[in-house]
């Protein structure tokens, strides 16, 4: 037998971080979820990453880049690089900060209004059909779970 895969991990080692690891589980569902919304969000050009930025940016004022990037649960680096898509489609701008000449900000446009109202029917029955087949209170439960993960 090979010395590398002697030194491979015992079976039941494997079986139980395949059955018990909340990151591995959560990484899963999370690919799901995204592959799921991606395909829901398709028709109208956007991913589900696309979809959650562009509601961010759904606020009376702008927000800067180094404000959204947290809530998004991203670096500000990889919003900067997920903005230029929608920004080529014309779907929001980005702008100095008038505070801060150094900070940018991300207004949503007329044209990101109007495609957004029509992704957001297809997002709520698609978010409804997903909660339904969760059980009676099983999605509250997992999102006030998932909240408390810090």
Avoid at 43 to 68: D, K, Y
Avoid at 130 to 136: R, S
């Amino acid at each position: 037998m090979n010395d590398a895969i002697s030194d491979i991990l015992p079976r039941e080692t494997v079986l139980h971080i395949r059955d018990t690891c909340l990151c591995l589980a959560a990484q899963r569902a999370a690919r799901r979820l995204a592959r799921r919304f991606d395909a829901a969000l398709k028709p109208f050009g956007l991913t589900n990453g696309q979809f959650s930025l562009m509601v961010a940016l759904n606020q009376p004022e702008p927000p800067p880049i180094g404000r959204l990037a947290p809530f998004l649960g991203m670096d500000p680096s990889t919003l900067t690089a997920a903005v230029k898509p929608l920004a080529r489609r014309g779907l929001l701008t980005v702008e100095p900060d008038p505070d801060d000449r150094r900070s940018r900000r991300l207004c949503i446009t007329p044209d990101g209004v109007v495609l957004m109202q029509q992704a957001v029917e297809v997002w709520g029955a698609e978010h409804a059909a997903l909660e339904a087949g969760l059980g009676e209170g099983s999605p509250e439960s997992l999102r006030r779970g998932l909240a408390e993960i810090v």
